[in-house]
């Protein structure tokens, strides 16, 4: 076969080339999920790309959405790119990605530049409480989905938010521990300048607080000396807070420290080890996302596992459906987390 074009589709697919166009164009309002699952269905198995230069003319619009991610060397940045990706190309769409390192200015710099290339759409996994560096652009009409980053007083009325519940992570971590016996905690979380950090937080105080301890006896690891440039490297800083932190007196320091996420708890695993100590027996250690890496070091990560796909693919699919003509209004769409318990968190040491 040469060219697949809209007419091989609709045929595999047994549907209308009208349909398969509404489907690539977004107008599924009044269709079945079955349908529209079986024509993109078809388009991946047909490996059918749209003419974007034809699809420009007609709509006016560029069929590629950017991503601005903090930065892929975290792998949980990396997943998610590839799932975006992946929702993306299934319905004829590319991604153009980008690293802010959470900095407003370089959020601002990328948006512009995706706006000069035609991209109306993007979603923006920035967690910082304010969009307001971006507010002129969405007055604009730029579509923008906020990943990773709960609805704020203030928010303009057109921004999507998608998000996990992370206040309910970080207490089901804490409430793991607590049940293990464990009562000298440590939170490690870097800067807590964003969102879904200033969250997780929340919910290791709060769970403290449901056992009647007092959260203000934890020991809060916000970044101690380190410049705020360290902020970046989740694991080298892990590291640094777990030889802080057990440097005290045995009596007296934490067995049970819960982490921003999981590159930050590889890091604490290692500093553990540079104490002389055991992880999972001297101390406890759970982390947040569930990438990859977790269930392959050892001992094996206790977390709390996010539904990275489902997350992406909701993202992915509110940004489209704006783009391509549904109303620009505000919404959050708020995902449930899952305790993942394994080797790195056990009883508490008496």
């Known amino acids: 076969m040469g060219s697949v074009t809209i007419y091989h589709v609709a045929k595999a697919a047994r549907v209308s080339p009208s349909t398969v166009s509404n489907v690539l164009n977004g107008r599924v309002d009044r269709m079945l999920p079955e349908t529209r699952r079986r024509v993109e269905h078809v388009m991946k198995r047909l490996d059918y790309r749209p003419n974007r230069t034809a699809r420009r003319l007609r709509t006016g619009r560029v069929a590629s959405i950017g991503l601005i991610v903090p930065s892929v060397a975290n792998p949980f940045w990396g997943a998610f790119a590839r799932h975006i990706e992946a929702a993306a190309l299934a319905v004829g769409y590319h991604v153009l990605l980008c690293n802010s390192e959470r900095d407003p200015e370089r959020e601002r710099s990328y948006v512009d530049e995706l706006w000069t290339e035609g991209i109306r759409g993007i979603v923006l996994c920035t967690s910082l409480p304010s969009l307001a ?71 290791f105080s709060e769970a403290l607080r449901s ?117 620009l209004t505000g919404e959050s769409l708020l995902m449930r987390p899952e305790l993942i318990v394994r080797q790195s968190t056990g009883p508490a040491p008496h």
């Open 133 to 203: 560096h971006l507010s002129d652009k969405l007055d604009d009409g730029l579509s923008l989905v906020a990943f990773d980053r709960t609805a704020q007083v203030g928010d303009p009325p057109q921004v999507v938010n998608v998000s996990l519940d992370n206040a309910v992570g970080a207490q089901l971590a804490t409430r793991h521990l607590l049940a293990l016996g464990h009562r000298r905690f440590a939170f490690v979380s870097g800067s807590l300048k964003s969102i879904n950090r200033r969250d997780r937080l929340r919910g």
């Open 211 to 327: 056992e009647d301890l007092d959260p203000e006896q934890a020991q809060i690891w916000s970044g101690g000396n380190l410049s705020p440039d360290a902020d970046l490297d989740a694991a080298g800083l892990g590291r640094a807070a777990a030889t802080d932190l057990l440097a005290g007196d045995p009596q007296t320091r934490p067995t049970a420290i819960v982490a921003v996420n999981d590159m930050c708890a590889l890091g604490i695993c290692a500093g553990v080890r540079d104490a002389g100590l055991e992880v999972g027996r001297d101390v406890s250690v759970t982390g947040f996302d569930d990438i990859v890496l977790a269930n392959l070091v050892y001992p094996a990560l206790t977390t709390i596992r996010q539904p990275l796909e489902a997350m992406a693919e909701a993202a992915f699919d509110h940004v489209r459906r704006r783009i391509e003509g549904s109303p």
